[in-house]
């Protein structure tokens, strides 16, 4: 299957949300792509129509949704209703979707050194589109990522404010993901 969807689709930040307020305040932003992190079989339907007539990207993360199966008749329905990408931390997940055609993100958590190297394995295993390091303030993680790595790179997580947002781009990060609708507009 053919994807649609290019790293330079997502622009500079990344609204990532969790309530439906929330989702309501990313479908009104300038932000492209919206990160449900709490997606619900539910709600699915609604969240896509919305999501597509507001022209935004809805990826979801799929480690935490409810009702879907993490497997790949999951991720074929997923592809059928419209969703365009996922976000997961296994590498089982990250290569079923690309299987279906669906573009992946790659979640990380930077603890430690040890966790650099993890993760430039488990890039190599699973091949996903984008990587997304957390928490997004590990500036000199993500410029040693984004050397020994030829994949884009978003940094999620703990970015609270515009100097945080600028200093993870500078680092090379293509993008952000955050929790703050301030920075969606950025």
């Known amino acids: 299957m053919v994807r649609s969807l290019n790293i330079s689709d997502i622009g500079r930040v990344i609204a990532a949300v969790r309530t439906e307020v929330e989702f309501e305040a990313a479908l009104s932003s300038h932000a492209s792509l919206i990160f449900d992190l709490s997606p619900d079989l539910m709600k699915l339907p609604a969240r896509i129509k919305r999501a597509k007539a507001a022209q935004k990207k809805l990826f979801l993360h799929i480690d935490l949704a409810k009702g879907i199966g993490r497997d790949e008749s999951g991720i074929a329905f997923l592809r059928g209703l419209g969703i365009e990408g996922i976000v997961s931390t296994?590498?089982?997940?990250?290569?079923?979707?690309?299987?279906?055609?669906?573009?992946?993100?790659?979640?990380?958590?930077?603890?430690?050194?040890?966790?650099?190297?993890?993760?430039?394995?488990?890039?190599?295993?699973?091949?996903?589109?984008?990587?997304?390091?957390?928490?997004?303030?590990?500036?000199?993680?993500?410029?040693?990522?984004?050397?020994?790595?030829?994949?884009?790179?978003?940094?999620?997580?703990?970015?609270?404010?515009?100097?945080?947002?600028?200093?993870?781009?500078?680092?090379?990060?293509?993008?952000?993901?955050?929790?703050?609708?301030?920075?969606?507009?950025?």
């Open 90 to 186: 296994k590498v089982s997940m990250i290569k079923l979707a690309r299987e279906k055609g669906l573009f992946t993100v790659q979640r990380f958590f930077i603890v430690d050194s040890q966790s650099v190297h993890t993760t430039v394995e488990a890039v190599k295993a699973s091949s996903p589109d984008v990587i997304e390091v957390m928490p997004g303030i590990a500036c000199k993680v993500i410029a040693r990522l984004h050397e020994s790595l030829d994949i884009p790179l978003i940094a999620g997580g703990l970015i609270e404010n515009e100097e945080e947002l600028e200093a993870a781009m500078a680092s090379g990060a293509s993008a952000v993901s955050t929790g703050r609708a301030e920075l969606w507009d950025k």
